[in-house]
């Protein structure tokens, strides 16, 4: 939870020097509960990600393809539903699977990323 802080306040102090001169008080609020929202979010996805690198016995070397892949099916999951969603996914598990990354790890992260949004 510290680190969130952290983060938090990293953000909030780029907004108020950055832009502060021009965005209201409430729109630097709203921007900030917007990237604890994400960050936590992202924090989620790479931990179910990295439950089945472990279980797998992943060499860590490759985490951060793999983490990639995660954080790629969050920004669909959050853009595209249904059946757009299933299309959406496919075409990014081939394109990883191309880059050489296994295609049953990468189900396997997939669904703990949507089970841990979902």
């Known amino acids: 939870m510290k680190e969130l802080e952290k983060a938090v306040q990293r953000y909030y102090n780029k ?3 950055k832009m502060g001169k ?3 008080p409430e729109s630097i609020n709203f921007m900030t509960k ?3 929202i994400a960050y936590e979010t992202q924090r989620r996805v790479d931990r179910a990600a990295q439950v089945v690198l472990r279980s797998k016995g992943v060499p860590t070397i ?4 793999y983490l990639a892949f995660a ?3 969050w920004g669909r999951a959050r ?3 249904g059946r757009s969603l ?3 996914l ?6 990883w699977q191309g880059r050489g990354l296994n295609l049953e790890i990468l189900k396997e992260i997939e669904e703990n990323v949507l089970r841990v949004l979902y």
């Open 86 to 88: 299933q299309n959406e």
């Open 22 to 24: 021009n965005l209201s």
């Open 15 to 17: 907004i108020v020097n």
């Open 79 to 81: 853009r595209f539903s």
């Open 71 to 73: 954080r790629e099916v």
């Open 62 to 65: 490759q985490y951060v393809s």
């Open 34 to 36: 917007n990237y604890a």
């Open 90 to 95: 496919t075409l990014t598990r081939n394109h």
